[in-house]
């Protein structure tokens, strides 16, 4: 059994990306080096042999993924699972958190200026972000961040993938800088009380 | 939410004539979004924004919003209170015992970080578009799914110690709620509104909302104010460009548009928008 | 776009087997036999190729699967045992159930603030908690202590063996200390959990 059958029969069975660490641990053959190896040896056989899929780097791992170009051939097919994509309220609340992980709900309701309560939640049911500590002040906030869901989504390694424009804002690139205005704070925690029912504005039909 | 789609330009009830200003509420966001609309289409320096301007076309714009959907409004009437307390700050004659920063300083800042959110969102909607073109392998022939209390964990004492220290007591929550009540009610400045037009026939806004330093109250005020106006208890004027919101009594009974226009020149607030 | 390109395409993407006309409908250049014929070409490049897959021919149609000889990788790729660690919730819930033991599930909801009945129940699955007797309140509630498991997982010797210091929470610190306080608090208690069901249409199917 050549290296390159075995990382392919990974690659293929697999649902998620998969990192070169976990593939080697299969078979005392493979180390890491093996397996980056064989993975791109694979890579110029597909593209020689014109394969209608190849082996894309993301989240930190790999995945078999079809060209782009099929895309039109499969979406007029019922059995191949369609695609879902975020409404612009989630896209936005999520930019923020991938921006300023980790991120409080005050923080992203005052940069959005509207509740996002349900808007994360539903950002939570899809695996994009999650609760990844607890933040200092009052009541000691959840904080949000990215899921590695997040980087497959997008189809980032890692988070230094992120698209940076030059002319975005120190409050963006820097995650320290606190964006809450200290007398702000009590009013947004106080609303943030009485807003259970908050419903979230502009989600588009 | 079903805020209604209302138009900045309907006309109000004394028939003033609609404006250039066609603003449908349900095409955004939010508050941050309709603000940076209204800067962004009239091709408005965002560091020198006129606020005057700006605050008389948001609250146009914002006119529609049922009092039904108070409660989902109550983000859009928020930013309405921040433009009139900074509309009212850079009006505001101050001691000029130091430089103090440009009241609009803030806002700008939000402006600008907002819209830097919104151009990465549309860079991550093309990602995820090219990323949706490509498919993962559809079917994984079913294989034994490991357990989870199978696996090894790898959770230390040192996890589980740091996260005891997370704890927050009882008692501090306790505080907590005491604390963030809300203290302010929107009956209260009913009252307070009526109370003050009580041998008035108008007040300043302003006036109303001075005592109270929060934030919260000049909202809340604002509030009941556009709640009373609905009712026709009272209607709310705003002068030209740099004037003052005006609170007026309506007389019981009294028709629409009686109410004597004030020979400063004060004229309804619905038609303060010909900034253009 | 060749014939055979389309196919695999289809067969990679689909989650189920599909037959050959359903294939030929995606494409005016396809019919039954081109796809027939695709299919017989594609499964002599995989074999020629040594692909790791290859097209089963089931009665419900065709599919892409690994060849059996893989199977055995495939199997150790799931038996090889992902670590895993416990999230930030059930982190808080042991130390909760640790330091306040017995303790029933509304205290600890209280101290958390948020329902815990799914992370409770992941700890026992765990087997770092389990029901250790009944309160005596209304109902008479279960209630929660650490397993010998959790001594044996963490390295100690006895309950003894917890540090006990004073930058400890007094929630956690003085087991005297009442947690639950009155009826009202029950309340905040009762309107997170309804809050936790709140969802948030704001993605597109």
Redesign the interface.
């Known amino acids: 059994?050549?290296a390159e059958?075995?990382v392919?029969?990974?690659l293929?069975?697999?649902?998620a990306p998969i990192r070169a660490d976990?593939?080697a641990?299969?078979?005392e053959s493979l180390d890491e080096d093996v397996v980056e190896r064989a993975i791109a040896a694979l890579r110029t056989?597909y593209l020689e042999?014109?394969?209608?899929?190849d082996i894309?780097e993301l989240a930190e791992g790999y995945?078999?993924?079809?060209?782009?170009?099929?895309?039109s051939?499969?979406e007029?097919?019922d059995?191949?699972?369609k695609?879902?994509?975020?409404?612009?309220?989630?896209?936005?609340t999520?930019?923020?958190i991938?921006?300023r992980q980790p991120i409080g709900r005050v923080e992203i309701e005052?940069?959005?200026?509207?509740?996002c309560?349900?808007?994360i939640?539903?950002l939570q049911d899809?695996a994009l972000v999650d609760?990844?500590?607890?933040g200092e002040g009052?009541?000691?906030p959840l904080l949000y961040g990215t899921t590695s869901h997040f980087l497959e989504?997008?189809?980032f390694r890692s988070l230094e993938d992120l698209?940076r424009?030059e002319?975005?804002?120190v409050?963006?690139r820097d995650p320290s800088e606190a964006?809450l205005?200290e007398d702000?704070e009590?009013?947004e925690?106080?609303g943030e009380?009485?807003?259970?029912?908050?419903?979230?504005?502009?989600?588009?039909p | 939410?079903s805020?209604v789609v209302k138009s900045a330009s309907v006309s109000s009830a004394s028939g003033t004539p609609v404006g250039p200003f066609l603003v449908d509420l349900?095409?955004?966001?939010?508050?941050?979004?309709l603000l940076l609309h209204l800067i962004r289409k009239q091709d408005i320096d965002i560091f020198d924004i006129p606020i005057s301007r700006i605050t008389s076309q948001f609250l146009a714009a914002i006119e529609g919003i049922r009092e039904s959907d108070l409660?989902?409004a109550?983000?859009f009437l928020e930013?309405a209170a921040t433009l009139v307390w900074i509309k009212a700050q850079v009006l505001l004659p101050r001691p000029d015992e130091e430089e103090d920063e440009d009241p609009r300083a803030?806002l700008v800042?939000?402006l600008?970080?907002?819209e830097?959110?919104?151009?990465?969102?549309g860079?991550?909607?093309r990602?995820?578009?090219?990323?949706?073109?490509?498919?993962?392998?559809?079917y994984?022939?079913p294989?034994p799914e490991a357990r989870v209390e199978d696996l090894p964990l790898e959770t230390t004492w040192e996890d589980v110690y740091r996260a005891a220290m997370?704890v927050?007591p009882p008692e501090s929550?306790r505080t907590?709620?005491r604390?963030?009540?809300?203290s302010v009610s929107m009956e209260e400045k009913t009252r307070l509104i009526l109370g003050s037009l009580e041998g008035n026939r108008r007040i300043e806004f302003r006036k109303l909302v001075a005592p109270f330093r929060?934030?919260?109250h000049g909202v809340m005020t604002l509030l009941a104010g556009l709640e009373l106006s609905r009712r026709r208890r009272i209607r709310m004027r705003q002068s030209q460009p740099f004037h003052d919101l005006w609170v007026y009594l309506r007389e019981e009974g009294a028709g629409d548009g009686v109410v004597p226009a004030p020979s400063t020149g004060d004229q309804p607030l619905e038609s303060a928008e010909e900034g253009r």
């Open positions: 059994m050549r059958q075995i392919e029969a990974l293929f069975a697999s649902e976990e593939i641990r299969v078979d056989e042999a014109e394969r209608a899929f894309a995945q078999l993924l079809t060209r782009p170009e099929y895309a051939y499969l007029r097919f059995s191949v699972p695609p879902s994509r975020l409404s612009g309220p989630a896209l936005e999520l930019a923020i991938a921006y005052y940069v959005r200026g509207v509740g309560a349900g808007v939640r539903t899809r609760v990844v500590g607890r009052l009541g000691r989504h997008f189809g698209p424009t002319e975005l804002p409050a963006l964006i205005p702000e009590g009013d925690v106080d009380e009485v807003k259970g029912e908050e419903r979230e504005p502009g989600v588009e | 939410m805020m349900e095409r955004f966001r939010g508050p941050m979004d409660d989902s109550g983000e930013m803030e800042r939000r600008l970080e907002y830097q959110i919104r151009e990465v969102c860079l991550l909607e990602l995820e578009g090219a990323w949706a073109r490509r498919y993962a392998k559809g994984v022939a294989r997370g927050e929550r907590r709620h604390v963030t009540a809300r929060e934030k919260l």
